[in-house]
């Protein structure tokens, strides 16, 4: 199947072909046309599965249709298509990718990403005269909007991509009221990696007999990707990654911590050994988070450390190697993680050192995502044999009565929560 066959012009397939894209993945297969023939479109897809092409170049499309006398952003501030996504980094990522796939665009097509974290005038400037295709983070949307900086009265698509994490970081009220300022003859497209309970209740609420895509979990671990757990002391894990980025020759290398405060302490150990590395967190301003990871994708830096916050939508092109200093708290984040390589049919390495501490949770994970990664341990840094006195005391431990939530508690917190849904969400 080729990307003619889904119904794109030549316009977009030529950008295609320049940016190395050379078939539809199979959500592009699936959500290209139906989006295309109109539909609402709600799609199980994981991390770099190809979802951005999925409902950009349908709408893209659909924009090499409306002439510029028929636009119907004649009128200052007013958008076509909207995106909704949780995280700056992601909104950054796709009003890039739709400003590549649109180079050879017939018109001028104007595209703006808006999220917060920094100065809010420049993005009120640049919504001066409408826009075609919107990427926002839900909170500085509705910043504009009080600001009149931006009209939602036209829009013709909505997208809201991975609403799961959206509701995990609380946007319930804010995409609510952005819903209602939305007209009621639209196009919605939802993508979400998982469907709990408070995404149950946005479908319901806002797609209309939506085409139904579902792209099974284990085509997201490609078989080029190589995943090997290395065993080592918990206290060796650093000397151990200096020890890699010396002797391997892996031209750029992501490594995944569990908190800012390891990252920072990380990249000073590194750098007092000599070897230049930059972090991705939190804490950082937009700005200092913009300039990493462009150093990164630009080669001009070899080692990015960072926190969850680059686990999804993050994308570099040909990432040869992923490494889990840190174990992830989620199995499904793990991988969300090392999703950034092996992608678009390059090989990728994806490392993640395992300690005595998180033996068991590393088994989970390969338990909870169907695998089993080798293990093997590096000459000099092998893990100690003994299990450690303090990870011992933690095993033995009786579960402390009021600790544990019972059946019966999570089930009533299920339920309330569920409740709490529905008085967001209302019924449809």
């Given at each position: 199947?080729?990307?003619?066959?889904?119904?794109l012009?030549?316009?977009?397939?030529?950008?295609?072909?320049?940016?190395g894209?050379?078939?539809?993945?199979p959500?592009?297969?699936?959500?290209i046309?139906a989006?295309?023939?109109?539909?609402?479109?709600?799609a199980?897809?994981?991390?770099?599965?190809?979802?951005?092409?999925?409902?950009?170049?349908?709408?893209?499309?659909?924009?090499?249709?409306?002439?510029p006398?028929?636009?119907?952003?004649?009128?200052?501030?007013?958008?076509?298509?909207?995106?909704?996504?949780?995280t700056?980094?992601?909104?950054?990522?796709?009003e890039?990718?739709?400003?590549?796939?649109?180079?050879?665009?017939?018109?001028?097509?104007?595209?703006?990403?808006?999220?917060?974290?920094?100065?809010?005038?420049?993005?009120?400037?640049?919504?001066r005269?409408?826009?075609?295709?919107?990427?926002?983070?839900?909170?500085?949307?509705?910043?504009?909007i009080?600001?009149?900086?931006?009209?939602?009265?036209?829009?013709?698509?909505?997208?809201?991509d991975?609403?799961?994490?959206?509701?995990?970081?609380?946007?319930?009220?804010?995409?609510?009221?952005?819903?209602?300022?939305?007209?009621?003859?639209?196009?919605?497209?939802?993508?979400?990696?998982?469907?709990?309970?408070?995404?149950?209740?946005?479908?319901d609420?806002?797609?209309?007999?939506p085409?139904?895509?579902?792209?099974?979990?284990?085509?997201?671990?490609?078989?080029?990707?190589?995943?090997?757990?290395?065993e080592?002391?918990?206290?060796?894990?650093?000397?151990?990654?200096?020890?890699?980025?010396?002797?391997?020759?892996?031209?750029?290398?992501l490594?995944?911590v569990?908190?800012?405060?390891?990252?920072?302490?990380?990249e000073n150990?590194?750098?007092?050994?000599?070897?230049?590395?930059?972090?991705l967190?939190?804490?950082?301003?937009?700005?200092?988070?913009?300039?990493?990871?462009?150093n990164?994708k630009?080669?001009?830096?070899?080692?990015?450390?960072?926190?969850?916050?680059?686990?999804?939508?993050?994308?570099?092109?040909?990432?040869?190697?992923?490494?889990?200093?840190?174990?992830?708290?989620?199995p499904?984040?793990?991988?969300h993680?090392i999703?950034r390589?092996?992608?678009?049919?390059?090989?990728?390495?994806?490392?993640?050192?395992?300690?005595h501490?998180?033996?068991?949770?590393?088994?989970?994970?390969?338990?909870?995502?169907?695998?089993?990664?080798?293990?093997?341990?590096?000459?000099?840094?092998?893990?100690?044999?003994?299990?450690?006195?303090?990870?011992?005391?933690?095993?033995?431990?009786?579960p402390?009565?009021?600790?544990?939530?019972?059946?019966?508690?999570?089930?009533?917190?299920?339920?309330?929560?569920?409740?709490?849904?529905?008085?967001i969400?209302?019924?449809?």
């Amino acid at each position: 199947m080729s990307f003619i066959s889904l119904g794109l012009s030549e316009y977009l397939v030529t950008a295609l072909t320049e940016l190395g894209y050379q078939q539809p993945t199979p959500i592009q297969q699936k959500a290209i046309p139906a989006t295309l023939e109109g539909h609402d479109v709600l799609a199980a897809a994981e991390t770099g599965s190809g979802k951005t092409a999925g409902f950009s170049l349908p709408i893209l499309q659909r924009l090499l249709t409306v002439a510029p006398s028929e636009d119907k952003r004649k009128g200052s501030n007013q958008v076509f298509a909207l995106v909704l996504v949780p995280t700056r980094e992601l909104a950054v990522q796709i009003e890039e990718a739709v400003r590549q796939y649109a180079r050879h665009f017939p018109r001028k097509l104007k595209t703006l990403a808006v999220y917060g974290g920094v100065a809010i005038n420049p993005q009120m400037q640049g919504m001066r005269g409408g826009c075609d295709v919107l990427v926002a983070t839900p909170g500085r949307l509705i910043d504009l909007i009080e600001r009149n900086a931006v009209k939602l009265n036209t829009v013709n698509t909505l997208v809201l991509d991975e609403a799961d994490r959206m509701l995990d970081l609380g946007f319930s009220d804010e995409l609510r009221t952005i819903l209602d300022l939305l007209p009621q003859q639209r196009q919605n497209l939802l993508f979400s990696a998982t469907f709990p309970q408070d995404v149950r209740a946005l479908i319901d609420n806002l797609l209309v007999n939506p085409v139904e895509i579902e792209i099974q979990q284990e085509s997201t671990i490609p078989e080029q990707l190589v995943q090997t757990a290395i065993e080592v002391d918990r206290d060796s894990r650093t000397a151990l990654l200096k020890h890699l980025l010396e002797q391997e020759s892996w031209t750029q290398v992501l490594v995944f911590v569990a908190s800012k405060r390891t990252a920072t302490n990380v990249e000073n150990k590194l750098f007092k050994s000599g070897i230049a590395a930059e972090t991705l967190h939190g804490d950082m301003s937009q700005l200092e988070r913009n300039q990493a990871l462009k150093n990164f994708k630009n080669g001009d830096s070899r080692i990015l450390i960072a926190t969850d916050l680059a686990a999804r939508g993050i994308d570099i092109p040909n990432l040869p190697c992923v490494l889990n200093y840190d174990l992830p708290r989620s199995p499904a984040d793990y991988v969300h993680r090392i999703g950034r390589t092996a992608r678009a049919g390059e090989e990728g390495l994806a490392l993640s050192f395992v300690d005595h501490e998180s033996d068991a949770h590393f088994k989970l994970i390969e338990k909870r995502n169907k695998i089993k990664v080798i293990r093997e341990s590096v000459a000099g840094f092998e893990r100690s044999p003994e299990v450690p006195q303090d990870v011992l005391a933690k095993k033995g431990q009786a579960p402390v009565k009021g600790k544990r939530k019972s059946k019966k508690d999570k089930l009533r917190e299920a339920a309330a929560a569920a409740a709490r849904t529905q008085d967001i969400w209302g019924k449809k």
